[in-house]
């Protein structure tokens, strides 16, 4: 199990945290200038990378924080 | 000597087939070839066998970073069925099944094809409602499926808790008698047998890790064993797709995360069938040696360590014992996981790219084995071709941009 730092509560099991997916991805500034293609991109291509992820958790289960980390996604370290 | 196939359905202990002799021939990469396909899978090996058993190619390349079906092949549950929703579902599963049932005489080859029946469990008036519109559903795409109540449930699957007082209480199942389970390694082994004696080089020890190209168009790849030149490039890589696709600076909506699987200790052959339970979430068959083989959903953070986290094991156990009582003294005795690519839609991607000769085939998140044999035909016929064939028409990459999705999450079976 994953042992997460919560920047509020310090290092917590997997289990009380649920996942956000990529970190830092901002909504379009201009939705309605975007192309189909670029929309599309928008809504559903996140990075996949092997290797460090920079992604989002959200304390659920304990201070109900959500914060940005990066992790390695082939060992799971979390960059101090 | 090869052995006949077998069609039991009785839950005995069954006898797998003496090891045989080798079975395929290793190759070493040539510096070209006509097709080369990047994965040495179920997936892939069944697209190199149509693309030499229907499309007359010869020239083809297998290329496997690992050892032969080591990836998702080898940590499957080996659950085949076809009782998905939607049509375009209902066709390309339903197709794989027709295949599943021609392929131990057509390869001739005894991978133990058990067509023991799924149940796939309900436990809320909403998961009535929405079986039932699955099995019309079945119905009308020519799939066997139907509802049966708690009573047939006890019959079908004699060891499963149906009484009214627990706590997910079993309120009924669908009950697709021509799914079952197969020995997954045998049918890796089967198509590789067949690929070989066509010709098809299988080479192991030999990673992708990028493409040749020649302005938008990829004529080669890029190994651990020097560039390969190719007419067609078709990707079979499941997890690690997005790496090689990002190296051409195509992004493809994929997100991988670990699967796991457990199996108990060899156990008398007490579960006649194939149940599955989306509201406790678990499934649960039990092999042909005697281990329990248990599995669940995916972890939910993104993960290439073919590894998981205790509390996804520790809960799928709960789920099967709620369900199996009878289960409560039984062991683990391995757990682990394959990296599994998961789309939005919880459908895969089986199609051209915007690059000229790659083709790929990927996204079938957790339930790419069932679809092994349809998978093969169609991507075969698409990298053959140039164009899809009509039951992956629907599943190009187009569909994210156009909002033409196929919606499996419910009928996946498994939480994503």
């Not at chain 2, 039984?330 to 757990?335: D, P």
């Not at chain 2, 998140?365 to 071709?385: L, N, S």
């Amino acid at each position: 199990m994953l042992q997460i730092p919560c920047p509020w509560c310090g290092n917590r099991d997997e289990v009380e945290f649920r996942y956000g997916g990529q970190a830092q991805v901002a909504y379009p500034e201009d939705p309605v200038a975007l192309s189909d293609a670029e929309w599309a991109e928008y809504l559903f291509v996140r990075a996949n990378p092997r290797g460090r992820h920079a992604e989002r958790w959200v304390h659920s289960d304990g201070c109900r924080r959500w914060f940005d980390v990066v992790r390695d996604t082939a060992t799971n370290e979390f960059a101090s | 000597m090869r052995s006949r196939p077998s069609r039991s359905i009785a839950p005995k202990a069954e006898r797998l087939p003496d090891p045989p002799a080798r079975l395929w021939r290793s190759a070493d990469p040539k510096r070209t070839y006509d097709v080369v396909i990047v994965g040495a899978g179920g997936h892939g090996l069944a697209t190199a066998y149509y693309l030499a058993a229907e499309h007359g190619i010869r020239d083809i390349a297998v290329l496997e970073r690992g050892w032969l079906a080591g990836g998702n092949m080898a940590r499957n549950t080996t659950i085949i069925r076809s009782n998905y929703l939607l049509d375009e579902s209902a066709a390309l599963y339903g197709h794989a099944l027709d295949l599943w049932e021609r392929w131990p005489g057509e390869l001739d080859y005894d991978f133990l094809l058990s067509q023991r029946g799924v149940l796939n469990l309900v436990h809320t008036e909403q998961e009535v409602r929405d079986a039932r519109r699955r099995a019309f559903a079945n119905g009308l795409n020519g799939i066997d499926a139907e509802f049966v109540g708690p009573d047939e449930i006890a019959e079908l699957c004699p060891i499963l808790d149906v009484s009214p007082d627990r706590r997910y209480p079993v309120l009924g199942a669908t009950w697709q008698a021509r799914a079952g389970i197969a020995k997954h390694d045998h049918v890796a082994w089967a198509l590789a047998t067949r690929a070989s004696e066509f010709g098809v080089d299988l080479i192991e020890q030999c990673e992708v890790t990028g493409f040749v190209t020649d302005g938008d168009r990829v004529v080669g790849v890029r190994t651990s064993r020097g560039d390969i030149a190719a007419g067609r490039v078709g990707l079979a890589a499941a997890g690690r797709t997005s790496e090689l696709t990002e190296t051409l600076g195509l992004r493809i909506p994929l997100q991988s995360h670990p699967l796991q699987a457990l199996v108990s200790e060899l156990l008398e052959q007490v579960h006649p069938c194939v149940v599955m339970s989306n509201h406790v979430h678990v499934y649960c068959s039990q092999a042909h040696k005697g281990e329990l083989v248990l599995g669940a959903g995916i972890d939910s953070y993104n993960g290439y360590g073919q590894r998981g986290s205790v509390q996804v094991i520790e809960r799928q156990m709960a789920a099967a014992l709620e369900l199996f009582p009878i289960f409560a003294r039984a062991h683990v005795i391995r757990t682990w996981a394959g990296v599994v690519d998961v789309t939005p839609d919880a459908s895969p991607i089986i199609g051209p790219t915007p690059f000229e000769g790659l083709f790929v085939n990927c996204g079938w998140g957790t339930g790419g084995f069932k679809a092994t044999p349809a998978v093969g035909r169609v991507f075969a016929h698409t990298v053959a071709t140039g164009s899809p064939h009509p039951l992956n028409e629907p599943y190009g990459l187009e569909r994210f941009r156009t909002g033409a999705l196929i919606d499996e999450h419910g009928a996946a079976a498994v939480a994503h």
